[in-house]
């Protein structure tokens, strides 16, 4: 593909973007971080109630955007362990469900492609490796890159945002932040850049889905475009591209 100065940029979500997170994946996870929390927070010998452990998941998630900076703050957890033993799912692959032909969607959009996934780097390689995007990507950025000034700083970080844009030599107006959690996305669109909504996915109450707990799936004024799946992409790319 032809990529020129003025092709976007495409900022793509992982979890509940491009595949369906919530249907396996989530509840598995949340089972892993709830167990995790309650060693955590327990006395080494009995692990905390379920009451504690939701409550500080809760408040962590509401305070940093992730809970693992909340235990990484106040706990001293170290983010590696954390993320491993969160993520360690056996038969990954037989939980994934995704649309077919995203390779060929993905080709269809110009410019270059960029993974921005709050997950770690091993669970997401597994996710792309069976769903065939591994090369779509020019970069394949997770939560352990994410830090600014030796801090982790995962989306919705705006610091993060910037330094990726730097990092990359990209202006604000090229970049198109495709995104299930709106708390990411308005970040991108302060920063100046162009958003897609993927609502295909969400449920209401989900799990790790403290990051968008509206109600009902209107369009909020920082999202451009609300898309059900990926798959709509190509239909708003006139729209996405006259933006600013």
């Known amino acids: 593909m032809n990529i020129t100065r003025n092709s976007p940029v495409w900022l793509f979500d992982l979890d509940n973007t491009l595949h369906n997170a919530s249907h396996a994946i989530f509840p598995t996870i949340m089972a892993n971080m709830n ?13 905390a109630g379920e ?13 940093y955007g992730a809970t693992m900076l909340g235990l990484v703050k106040h706990h001293g957890v170290r983010a590696e362990h954390f993320l491993h033993e969160t993520h360690a799912i056996a038969g990954l692959t037989a939980m994934i469900r995704a649309e077919r032909g995203l390779r ?7 410019g270059r492609k960029i993974l921005l996934t709050n997950a770690p780097h091993r669970y997401s390689t597994q996710v792309l490796r069976h769903l065939g995007l591994q090369r779509e990507f020019s970069h394949h950025i997770s939560v352990e890159a994410m830090t600014v000034h030796r801090q982790m700083r ?6 993060l945002l910037r330094k990726l844009m730097r990092r990359h030599g990209l202006a604000p107006g090229r970049c198109i932040l495709v995104e299930d959690t709106l708390a990411n996305l308005r970040s991108a669109h302060e920063l100046g850049m162009r958003t897609a909504w993927v609502t295909q996915y969400l449920e209401v109450g989900d799990a790790i889905g403290l990051a968008h707990p509206q109600k009902r799936l209107n369009r909020p004024a920082y999202v451009d475009v609300k898309v059900k799946s990926v798959r709509n992409l190509p239909a708003r790319l006139h729209y996405l591209r006259h933006l600013h």
């Open 104 to 110: 060929q969607l993905l080709r269809r959009l110009p």
């Open 35 to 47: 167990v995790y929390i309650a060693n955590v927070l327990g006395d080494g010998v009995t692990p």
């Open 154 to 159: 995962p989306k919705p970080s705006k610091l």
């Open 51 to 63: 009451d504690a452990v939701n409550a500080a998941r809760t408040m962590y998630w509401r305070r």
